[in-house]
Structures are given as structure tokens and as C-alpha cells.
């Protein structure tokens, strides 16, 4: 049995264990006899569930997943399936719930994403052969694959598009008054890819969310860590792990024994810290694959600042990969991407989520677009070949933890076909950028022997899993298809035999048919059963069952003709297996290659995609360096310009420069102010997108860009409240605003919209006043600035970057007509009131508020300092309609004040107090 010393996380798994080990404790008790209670099964399934106390176990029991006890009770409140008993344990009830197999992977998707991790044990043998060690033989069984989220292969539990990374996290800590640094690995091993780096405590976070793995180790230590416990118990999916698997001393020959190689020396130079992380990655991907390797591929460095960093919040502001609701569609990811295979949207994701900051390097992912940029017919028909490719990689892994089938080595026959076929049109052209040339040079390295035999042995029609059989080519093999030409023979006989029984009883209904229990038998209606039960004929036909409606028999010649077929049938399926083994070991013995052809594969639809993008929405490749500029002329918004596209609408073009002046060296600041909804943030968010499209290697949405490498993008933009960690929305902002400020340097982009709206005025005024200043000052970032504030536009008199600018808008018969157009100035006026009408406010409240904002105005000559847009919500509260009990004190007041004390009797005092008791009584 495998011992799996994963630590359960704190969830009710950790019950299970409790109890179990109660159980099993128990259990060995009533094995001596005292209780007596145990069935041998139920010892079984609690050994095998003790050696895997943080799974849920999946216990095989025929066409069935049973669970028990605690699991049965935490997956069918998750699965909503009905929980129900199956005898008793110790004199208690034990609960269980069940999944059918075919439908077993839905189930473990859900359970999956719930953060569940499963333990899947299987039969291990016929149930007859269990049986045949006598009555009582508990069928063999063991867990045959353990699977959690970081760790999936299967096409029905993994997104096609998306990456699924488990990442190990280790930390060294500072010395006194030090920062600790963190080790970082991670690995798809649906795709063999392995990275590894190093980072700060501050980026931390940023790292996280750039690589949104589907499960995170954590040391115990870690995971008990006063100060990182808190965060990492909010992240989703974190399993925390014993020492042992993060022990650095052992860590570079855990990695080697996994490459076969001596050293990791080949990997280049790794830090301590990284291969630490890296070890832990691979013993975890050992363990829960049981031993089996997926092909990975060596572990790729990746250096501090080769991405351009971007925050959690920057990442959700801007809705990069997804929008703030959650979903793909509305995000910059969607709206770019126009790649063709699966391989090739995972891969446009990851540019996406890390543009790097190599100018260089940005530049010859350029250049490949450019090729095809250019080459339309070329374009069209890699394209058109690329959407035939199947994902190989992810086939290439399910066959190396031998979980693959047929399909899966049909698909790695097409993809070595389609890989060598487009190698065949471009390893000539002398003209190739140096990623293509890579690239092509990556479809070139799989043997074509590997597709030919592969062409030659599969069929055509395949099934989804070897057990089916009948996946071998007929011609293939000369020994299977005689066990085929046997068994099909055979069932011809049996046609024979039929109309020969038919003919020798007389009875033309007679049939042979074949059910699982029975196997081969002779069945006729029950008014013929008599004659076949009587001389002569119950000498031939041996009965076997009588139905309501049918009798059955066999004879002894149906017997040997039966084993025949079993025995062919077998033996064909035993011999498809083992050449199923054999491609499946050349397919895995060719891993690199194949890896090697599958990303050839992915970069070159990278490639043409992009391409394909700029052609279609006329993008242009920009210009990308490492100076301070940052020219965006004609740029537009890539997600708004195709929503509005949509509806028939142009998207207005709109030009920006943040570039440092040659002797400062700093970057600019522009400030924008105008109305809501005229167009200030999706143009602050589309300058920070062409930012990321051109160093994530893209051509962007604008007539021309010259985008000077930006190291660290920020964005606080709009309001979020994050209600589920406690904290206001002007918390947020505060919080991401000091980040902001605490970390933007010359190199950084800052996009800051409607900073201080979330508290008075006079404070909100004054932060932002501040945050301009400093950024100015202190972080002399290129930076846009959206403020409804108007009296910040004064700031670009004392600030020399400073730069103001506005949204255009035109009045006309009262309403705003929006323009969109970013333009150097001041905003004259906020026109709230007008937006409140499109808005659709009643009129009278619209009308009503136009009257208190022109008092406002006017008495705001006499008053310069008051004059803030949010003044009229104050003043307008008081005009609402008297109610009667205002109404009632008013009268009070009224009758109060017509009294003159002094001038009065005390009989006419007492009298005035009495009609005022009585007025109030009234009340
Ligand atoms: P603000 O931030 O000033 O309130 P938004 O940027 O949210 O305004 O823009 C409001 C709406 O105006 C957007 O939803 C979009 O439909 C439209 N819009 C913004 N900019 C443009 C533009 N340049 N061209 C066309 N429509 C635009």
C-alpha cells in the first residue's frame, strides 16, 4: 500500500482521520473477535483510507464509487447526491453515498474545485478470482491515483485554455530587520512546463496572481506562520505539506533522480531557494502520481523583473484575464484572442499575464508577428493547418502517468504530422524572425518513425479507452488479427448453430443470445420450454433458467464454443494492450521532442493569432525601448472599441504622451478632469493596456506608440469594496494608493482614477493634492490622473510635468453630447446634473436640483472657498415636503413666539400655558 504523508488541511477531512484512527483501532479489536462486528471489507476499506486520511476516498465497489463515514457525508452535501447506509460499524449506521463510474469525472470536477482532493481506489482484480479464493476473499484493491487540483491531466477536468499550475512557495527569512525572500516553482503537468524563481516578500502577492495556480505548497511551518497564516488560509487551495518534502539539503538530488541527470547544473545556475521549491514540486508530483513521471520539462529560470510587475489590484482593475465579475468574456484576454488551438490560448494567456521587460526580447516576438502581419496567404494557411493540431502536450502527459487512451496516440500522431508539415513549408525561407526559426526548429525534432507507426497501428475509428479494445489496425498484426478472425469466426458458428437448433427442434423462434451472467445460451418462449426439457431433446439442451416469459439452456457444444470466443476475445484485447504499451512507451520516450514540437506548435499560433488580431482590427506594432517615452497617438480602448463595434458604433481615437522630457529623465503627469461618463477611465485604462499589449509582444490599438519599457504597472482604478476581507472601499483605495506610492519608480506606469472619492470632500480634495504632489516629487512616474476635483488643475501652475487635460462635451438644449475627445485644458464644469437626467432621474428632482445649483453658484461668488460638486446633495435635503408632525411643531413654534412674557398677567401666563399643553395634546 502507498502511504501518502500528506497533512490534511483544516477541513473536515482531518475529522475523518480522528474517527478513523478510532476506527481502525477498533477494527483490529474486533479482528481479535472481541466485537466481531467488522466485515473483512470494511477492515480493507478502512486500512486503505487510513494510509490517505486528507483524501476523500473513492472505494470501487462494481460499477460504483462508494464513499463512507465522514467522506460520504462531505461529498454528498457537495455533490448533492443522496446519502445513504450500508450496514453497520460498531454498531453505528455507516453512511455512504455513491458514483456511478461513467459519470465519476463530473464528480470529481466538482469536488475538485471545491478544493477536495480524491483518493480513487480501485479493484484490483476479477471479483471471480476473489471469489475463487473462497466465499469470504475480499477483492483486492488499492488506490491507483490520487488527484488534487494542482495536479489533473484529464481534458474533462482541466480548462482548455487555461493553464493549471501547482506552485510550491518556500521562504528564506532576512536577517535581523531584513525582508525574507521567497522560492518559487511551479509546474503544469498537463504540459510538463516548470518554472522557478525567486522573489521578495512584497511581490509575493503579485507573483500569485500572475500565475492563479490551482494549488499552492506551503510548508507546515509556513502554514502555521503568525504573520503569513492569515493570507495563506484566504487563498484558495493551499496544501500545506511536511518538512521533509522541503528539505534543502536533499532538494538538487530529488531534482536529478527525477531527470536523470547527475547534476541539475544543466538547468543553469538555480538558488538554493528555487530548488528547494522545485524539489517539493516534484516529490508532490510524484506522490500524487504514484510514482509515474509526467514528462517536464527542465526547470526554466526565470529572473527578478524579466516581467513587468503588476499587482492583484492592477491585475482586476484592468480585467486582463478576466472581468471584475469573474468571467473571461469582457476581459483584454478575450477580446485579443484569435488563436486556434488550445495550446496556443494557454500560451497567449501567459504572455498576457507577464509582458516582460526586455525590449529585445519584446522585439523579436514583434518581429514574428510582423512576418505574418504581412503574409496574408501565409497567415491564412498555417492558421488553417494550426486549427486541425489537437493538444498533444496535455495527450503526451495522460499517456506518461498511463492515463491515456487511442485517442490521446492518435493525437500525437496528428500533431507530429501537422507539426512536420508546417516545418516542411517554412524551415526554407531565409527569412524567418528568430522565434520562428526557434520554433520551426521545435516542430523539426520529433522522429517521423514515432507518426508512421502510429498511422499504421491505429484505426480509424478509435475508442476513448484501451479496455474497450478494437483501436489496433486490422493488418497491423498478424497474431491479432487471427485471435479477431477466431472470435469473429466463432460468432458466425453461432448464427449456424442457431438456425441448425432451429431446425433440428422445430421450433423457428428459437434464439442464441448472451447476457454477462449466463454468457451464451439458447433461449425459447415458455410455451416451447417443455420440449426442449423432454427425451430426446433434454439430452442436447442442459437448462439454465426459466423466466416469466422465456426458458433458457445451454448445450455442451454452445460451452466449447463459448470459451473459444472468451479466449479469443481475450487474448486479441491482451495483445492490443501490449502494443498499446509499446507506442505509448515510444511516445514517452520521445517527450521532449514531442513537448518540444507541441510549443512550436502553440508559439507559432501565438504568433499568427496576433497577427491576425492587428490585421483585423487594425492595430500597429509599436515601437518599444528603453527610454522614458510613452507617445500613444490615435489610441483607442481594445475591449470598448469592439463592444462598440458591435453595436455600430466608432470608438474616438485619442492621443497621449507621458514621455519624460530629454534632461529631467522623469515622466509626465497628466491630470484629467471632466464629466462622468465622458471618457476619462477607459482612456487611463487603455493607455495602460497598449502598455501591456506591446510588451507582452502585441501590436496595439492605435495609429502610432513608442512605449518606453515599463518595469511595474500600477492602476487604482474605480471603487471595489472587498467586504469579505473588511475593509470600505476608501480603505481599499487607500491602501492600493500607498502601495502605489510606497513602490512606482522613474520606469513604472501609474493610473490613478478618482482618488478621494470615498470621504469628505475637503479630504478627499486634500489626498489627492498630495498624491500628485509626491508622485511628482518623489516617484517621478509616467502617470494619468482622473479627478473630478476641479481645483486640481491649479497644481499644474507649481508642478512642471504636470500636464491637464479633459474630456470634451458639448451642450445641446440642455442635454451633454459626450465627444470622447481627450484634449489639453480644463473641464468648465462638471454637468452632473445632465448625466443625472440621461440617467434618468425624475424630472422634478432634475429640476428642483438645477434651481439649487444655480442658488449654489450664485451665493458661491460671495463665498469662493465652497463650491465642491457634491455641495447640491446637502443643500437639497432640507426642501422636501413638511411632514404633519413638522407640520404641528412649526404651529408650536409659531404660538410660542407671539408670547411676550414680560407684557403678561400670571393668570394670562397660566391660560397661554394651558392652550399650549392643549396644542401639543392635539398632536
Ligand atoms: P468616465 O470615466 O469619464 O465616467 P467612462 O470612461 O466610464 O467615463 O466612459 C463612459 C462610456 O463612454 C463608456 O462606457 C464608453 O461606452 C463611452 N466611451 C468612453 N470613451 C470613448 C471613446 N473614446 N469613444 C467612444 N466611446 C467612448
Known amino acids: 500500500m502507498h502511504a501518502h504523508p500528506m497533512k490534511a488541511r483544516a477541513s473536515s477531512a482531518s475529522v475523518t482521520r480522528m474517527d478513523l484512527a478510532r476506527a481502525k483501532?477498533?477494527?483490529?479489536?474486533?479482528?481479535?473477535?472481541?466485537?466481531?462486528?467488522?466485515?473483512?471489507?470494511?477492515?480493507?476499506?478502512?486500512?486503505?483510507?487510513?494510509?490517505?486520511?486528507?483524501?476523500?476516498?473513492?472505494?470501487r465497489m462494481g460499477d460504483f464509487y462508494e464513499l463512507f463515514f465522514d467522506d460520504a457525508e462531505v461529498a454528498s452535501r457537495a455533490l448533492g447526491i443522496v446519502l445513504t447506509k450500508r450496514g453497520k460499524h460498531l454498531g453505528?449506521?455507516?453512511?455512504?453515498?455513491?458514483?456511478?463510474?461513467?459519470?465519476?469525472?463530473?464528480?470529481?470536477?466538482?469536488l475538485i474545485a471545491l478544493g477536495h482532493r480524491v483518493a480513487v481506489c480501485e479493484q484490483l482484480e476479477d471479483p471471480a478470482e476473489a471469489r475463487k479464493r473462497g466465499a469470504k476473499s475480499v477483492v483486492q484493491r488499492d488506490v491507483t491515483r490520487l488527484v488534487t487540483p494542482g495536479t489533473l491531466t484529464e481534458d474533462t477536468l482541466l480548462d482548455a485554455r487555461r493553464n493549471n499550475y501547482l506552485l510550491a512557495v518556500v521562504r528564506a527569512r532576512g536577517g535581523p530587520g531584513e525582508a525574507s525572500s521567497f522560492g518559487l516553482a511551479w509546474i503544469d503537468i498537463s504540459t510538463g512546463e516548470f518554472g522557478v524563481a525567486e522573489c521578495g516578500a512584497s511581490a509575493l502577492a503579485a507573483e500569485i496572481a500572475r500565475l492563479e495556480p490551482g494549488e499552492i505548497l506551503v510548508s507546515d511551518t509556513l502554514y502555521s506562520d503568525p504573520e503569513l497564516s492569515p493570507w495563506l488560509r484566504a487563498l484558495p487551495a493551499v496544501t500545506p505539506l511536511a518538512r521533509d518534502v522541503f528539505d534543502g539539503?536533499?532538494?538538487?538530488?530529488?531534482?536529478?533522480?527525477?531527470?536523470?541527470?547527475?547534476?541539475?547544473?544543466?538547468?543553469?545556475?538555480?538558488?538554493?531557494?528555487?530548488?528547494?521549491?522545485?524539489?517539493?514540486?516534484?516529490?508532490?508530483?510524484?506522490?500524487?502520481?504514484?510514482?509515474?513521471?509526467?514528462?517536464?520539462?527542465?526547470?526554466?529560470?526565470?529572473?527578478?523583473?524579466?516581467?513587468?510587475?503588476?499587482?492583484?489590484?492592477?491585475?482586476?482593475?484592468?480585467?486582463?484575464?478576466?472581468?471584475?465579475?469573474?468571467?473571461?468574456?469582457?476581459?483584454?484576454?478575450?477580446?485579443?484572442?484569435?488563436?486556434?488551438?488550445?495550446?496556443?490560448?494557454?500560451?497567449?494567456?501567459?504572455?498576457?499575464?507577464?509582458?516582460?521587460?526586455?525590449?529585445?526580447?519584446?522585439?523579436?516576438?514583434?518581429?514574428?508577428?510582423?512576418?505574418?502581419?504581412?503574409?496574408?496567404?501565409?497567415?491564412?494557411?498555417?492558421?488553417?493547418?494550426?486549427?486541425?493540431?489537437?493538444?498533444?502536450a496535455r495527450a503526451l502527459s495522460r499517456i506518461a502517468v498511463e492515463r491515456g487512451g487511442p485517442r490521446d496516440l492518435a493525437a500525437i500522431r496528428d500533431g507530429i504530422k501537422a507539426a512536420a508539415a508546417i516545418?516542411?513549408?517554412?524551415?526554407?525561407?531565409?527569412?524567418?524572425?528568430?522565434?520562428?526559426?526557434?520554433?520551426?526548429?521545435?516542430?523539426?525534432?520529433?522522429?517521423?518513425e514515432i507518426a508512421e507507426t502510429l498511422t499504421a497501428a491505429l484505426a480509424d475509428e478509435l475508442p476513448a479507452f484501451k479496455r474497450d479494445g478494437g483501436f489496433v489496425r486490422s493488418g497491423y498484426d498478424a497474431e491479432l488479427?487471427?485471435?479477431?478472425?477466431?472470435?469473429?469466426?466463432?460468432?458466425r458458428v453461432i448464427g449456424q448453430m442457431q438456425a441448425r437448433y432451429a431446425q433440428e427442434t422445430g421450433i423457428r423462434i428459437l434464439k442464441i443470445r448472451h447476457n454477462n451472467v449466463l454468457?451464451?445460451?439458447?433461449?425459447?418462449?415458455?410455451?416451447?420450454?417443455?420440449?426442449?426439457?423432454?427425451?430426446?431433446?433434454?439430452?442436447?439442451?442442459?437448462?439454465?433458467?426459466?423466466?416469466?416469459?422465456?426458458?433458457?439452456?445451454?448445450t455442451a457444444?454452445?460451452?466449447?464454443?463459448?470459451?473459444?470466443?472468451?479466449?479469443?476475445?481475450?487474448?486479441?484485447?491482451?495483445?492490443?494492450?501490449?502494443?498499446?504499451?509499446?507506442?505509448?512507451?515510444?511516445?514517452?520516450?520521445?517527450?521532449?521532442?514531442?513537448?518540444?514540437?507541441?510549443?512550436?506548435?502553440?508559439?507559432?499560433?501565438?504568433?499568427?493569432?496576433?497577427a491576425q488580431l492587428a490585421v483585423e482590427q487594425n492595430y500597429v506594432r509599436p515601437e518599444v525601448d528603453g527610454t522614458l517615452q510613452f507617445v500613444v497617438e490615435g489610441g483607442r480602448h481594445p475591449v470598448v472599441e469592439q463592444a462598440l463595434a458591435r453595436e455600430g458604433v466608432p470608438f474616438v481615437a485619442n492621443d497621449c504622451d507621458l514621455s519624460a522630457a530629454e534632461e529631467a529623465g522623469t515622466g509626465r503627469i497628466w491630470l484629467l478632469t471632466g464629466p462622468n461618463m465622458g471618457g476619462k477611465s477607459t482612456f487611463l485604462r487603455q493607455n495602460a493596456l497598449i502598455a501591456v499589449l506591446a510588451q507582452m509582444g502585441s501590436y496595439v490599438p492605435a495609429r502610432r506608440a513608442h512605449i518606453g519599457i515599463v518595469d511595474r504597472l500600477f492602476s487604482r482604478v474605480g471603487a471595489a469594496d472587498d467586504l469579505a476581507r473588511g475593509r470600505s472601499t476608501f480603505m481599499v483605495e487607500m491602501v492600493e494608493t500607498a502601495a502605489i506610492l510606497n513602490q512606482a519608480r522613474e520606469r513604472s506606469l501609474v493610473i490613478l482614477d478618482e482618488i478621494g472619492r470615498g470621504t469628505a470632500t475637503f479630504d478627499g480634495l486634500s489626498i489627492a493634492w498630495a498624491t500628485i504632489e509626491h508622485l511628482h516629487d518623489s516617484?517621478?512616474?509616467?502617470?494619468?490622473?482622473?479627478?473630478?476635483?476641479?481645483?486640481?488643475?491649479?497644481?499644474?501652475?507649481?508642478?512642471?510635468?504636470?500636464h491637464n487635460a479633459t474630456v470634451r462635451v458639448k451642450e445641446w438644449h440642455g442635454d451633454v453630447v459626450f465627444l470622447h475627445e481627450v484634449v489639453p485644458g480644463v473641464a468648465d464644469r462638471s454637468y452632473g446634473i445632465q448625466v443625472a437626467k440621461l440617467a434618468g432621474l425624475p424630472p422634478a428632482v432634475i429640476e428642483r436640483a438645477r434651481l439649487v445649483l444655480a442658488k449654489l453658484e450664485a451665493d458661491d461668488r460671495s463665498s469662493p472657498a465652497r463650491g465642491f460638486d457634491d455641495l447640491p446633495l446637502f443643500a437639497a435635503a432640507p426642501v422636501a415636503a413638511p411632514s404633519q408632525a413638522e407640520a404641528a411643531l412649526d404651529a408650536l413654534t409659531a404660538a410660542l413666539a407671539a408670547l411676550h412674557p414680560d407684557e403678561m398677567s400670571p393668570r394670562e401666563a397660566l391660560e397661554a400655558l394651558y392652550a399650549l399643553k392643549a396644542k401639543a395634546g392635539a398632536r
Open 92 to 110: 453505528r449506521d455507516i453512511p455512504m453515498c455513491g458514483v456511478p463510474i461513467h459519470r465519476a469525472d463530473e464528480y470529481l470536477h466538482k
Open 423 to 448: 516545418a516542411a513549408k517554412l524551415h526554407r525561407r531565409k527569412d524567418l524572425p528568430v522565434e520562428i526559426r526557434e520554433a520551426v526548429e521545435g516542430l523539426r525534432r520529433p522522429d517521423p
Open 249 to 392: 539539503a536533499t532538494a538538487e538530488r530529488r531534482l536529478a533522480d527525477y531527470f536523470a541527470v547527475a547534476t541539475t547544473e544543466a538547468f543553469g545556475a538555480l538558488t538554493r531557494l528555487e530548488l528547494t521549491a522545485a524539489a517539493a514540486c516534484i516529490s508532490y508530483v510524484e506522490r500524487t502520481q504514484l510514482g509515474k513521471r509526467p514528462p517536464l520539462s527542465p526547470p526554466r529560470h526565470e529572473a527578478a523583473g524579466a516581467a513587468m510587475a503588476i499587482d492583484q489590484a492592477t491585475r482586476s482593475n484592468l480585467e486582463l484575464v478576466r472581468t471584475l465579475r469573474g468571467e473571461r468574456d469582457g476581459s483584454l484576454l478575450a477580446a485579443i484572442d484569435r488563436t486556434v488551438t488550445a495550446a496556443g490560448s494557454r500560451l497567449l494567456a501567459q504572455r498576457l499575464a507577464a509582458p516582460l521587460t526586455d525590449s529585445a526580447a519584446v522585439n523579436n516576438r514583434l518581429d514574428a508577428v510582423a512576418l505574418f502581419a504581412g503574409d496574408a496567404a501565409l497567415r491564412g494557411d498555417l492558421r488553417d493547418r494550426l486549427r486541425a493540431a489537437p493538444d498533444f
Open 779 to 802: 516617484n517621478r512616474c509616467r502617470a494619468l490622473f482622473a479627478t473630478h476635483f476641479q481645483e486640481l488643475t491649479a497644481l499644474a501652475a507649481k508642478l512642471p510635468r504636470l
Open 481 to 491: 488479427d487471427e485471435a479477431r478472425a477466431l472470435r469473429d469466426e466463432s460468432r
Open 519 to 554: 454468457g451464451y445460451f439458447v433461449e425459447v418462449t415458455a410455451q416451447h420450454g417443455d420440449k426442449l426439457l423432454a427425451p430426446p431433446l433434454n439430452a442436447t439442451f442442459i437448462h439454465r433458467q426459466t423466466l416469466a416469459g422465456q426458458v433458457r439452456f445451454t
Open 25 to 59: 483501532t477498533e477494527s483490529e479489536s474486533a479482528a481479535r473477535g472481541d466485537a466481531g462486528r467488522v466485515t473483512p471489507m470494511m477492515e480493507q476499506y478502512i486500512e486503505i483510507k487510513a494510509a490517505n486520511p486528507d483524501c476523500l476516498l473513492f472505494y
Open 557 to 610: 457444444e454452445l460451452g466449447e464454443l463459448e470459451a473459444k470466443i472468451a479466449n479469443a476475445a481475450e487474448r486479441s484485447l491482451a495483445i492490443e494492450l501490449e502494443i498499446f504499451a509499446r507506442m505509448a512507451g515510444a511516445a514517452a520516450k520521445a517527450g521532449a521532442d514531442i513537448k518540444a514540437a507541441a510549443e512550436g506548435l502553440a508559439l507559432l499560433d501565438v504568433a499568427t493569432a496576433l
